[in-house]
């Protein structure tokens, strides 16, 4: 079992930056990839960055590409989500996930509680 704790979301003005964080315990976090997914009122998660357990690859979806960035530290246990230059249309709550691969939320067995992201114009 992986258990896993987000944290770092906010209310900020368009343009502004937030960072997230999601703490994973449980089984051996440093191979696991992991996922960064998102949900606006009244729609499914989408997807937003991934990283591979290595931390060597990442992808990230189109509309995010360019202002976020994904982290991982095996340290600490802890993958990261940097957001910059946010947009209104960013608003959404904020989950991390693993247990899985690629883009899909549907592949990923392990969930965060989510946090939410307001951003005001």
């Known amino acids: 079992q992986v258990q896993l704790v987000n944290s770092g979301g906010g209310t900020v003005q368009a343009g502004g930056s937030l960072k997230l964080s999601c703490e994973a315990s449980g089984r051996t976090f440093k191979y696991y990839s992991m996922g960064w997914f998102r949900q606006a009122p009244g729609k499914e998660h989408d997807f937003v960055a991934r990283i591979s357990w290595n931390g060597d690859s990442t992808y990230y979806a189109d509309s995010v590409k360019g202002r976020f960035t994904i982290s991982k530290d095996n340290t600490k246990n802890t993958v990261y989500l940097q957001m910059n230059s946010l947009k209104p249309e960013d608003t959404a709550i904020y989950y991390c996930?693993?247990?899985?691969?690629?883009?899909?939320?549907?592949?990923?067995?392990?969930w965060g509680q989510g946090t939410q992201v307001t951003v005001s114009s």
């Open positions: 996930a693993t247990g899985g691969i690629g883009s899909s939320p549907e592949n990923y067995e392990y």
